[in-house]
């Protein structure tokens, strides 16, 4: 079991006997919109109760699903992760369990990378996911190993690659984690993960 069935089975408790269950959630891919500078990747958004929740992938799908193929499902690839970040920000949305669901505008990217640079400044950084942004600003206090991190970022893509989850479930609750942007406000408010999003929306 991963944070994802973690977060998942969390949900599927607060919807018990709702009937929202059932109900359709549409996947789709928006090229235009904003989106959070630190994960690399397409927007893909979840549309539920007249809410959107984005997330972050170099796997985007397309689809009308239900809120319960999640339930019990293995989420045995990216795909499936990056489908169920989606629904899960949507839904959360919907239900008021997560508030930062868009992200910043880009006249904001200059501060709220600041204030994180400043948040991690000393630390050795383990990224879990391509962050071109970040490798650059904070340039060797980036590290290859998980072991000899002090902390973890985490975003978006990092969230659904095998690496990414098995990183993420050994070290969780062992190392200070931050998981960064919209793609990961969902799940953190579901389980209690450290999230960071200053100017969200």
């Not at 002090?150 to 990092?158: E, Q, R, T």
Request: hydrophobic residues 40%.
């Amino acid at each position: 079991m991963s944070f994802w069935h973690d977060a998942i089975g969390r949900l599927e408790t607060v919807l018990a006997d709702s009937g929202c269950e059932d109900s359709v959630v549409t996947l789709s891919v928006n090229h235009d919109a904003d989106v959070c500078q630190y994960p690399k990747g397409v927007c893909m958004e979840g549309h539920f109760g007249g809410q959107s929740g984005q997330f972050i992938t170099r796997e985007p799908v397309r689809v009308n699903t239900r809120i319960s193929f999640m339930f019990g499902a293995p989420l045995a690839d990216r795909k499936q992760r990056g489908a169920a970040g989606a629904i899960v920000n949507a839904v959360s949305g919907f239900l008021c369990l997560a508030r930062k669901l868009r992200p910043c505008t880009p006249d904001r990217y200059a501060p709220c990378l600041a204030e994180l640079s400043r948040e991690v400044a000393g630390k050795q950084i383990y990224l879990v996911g391509p962050m071109p942004v970040l490798e650059r600003a904070l340039g060797n206090q980036v590290v290859d190993s998980p072991e000899t991190a002090d902390l973890f970022l985490v975003a978006g893509d990092g969230m659904t690659t095998d690496a990414g989850v098995a990183c993420i479930d050994e070290y969780r609750g062992k190392k200070r984690m931050i998981f960064l942007g919209p793609s990961a406000a969902g799940v953190s408010g579901l389980i209690n993960l450290e999230h960071w999003c200053p100017y969200g929306r």
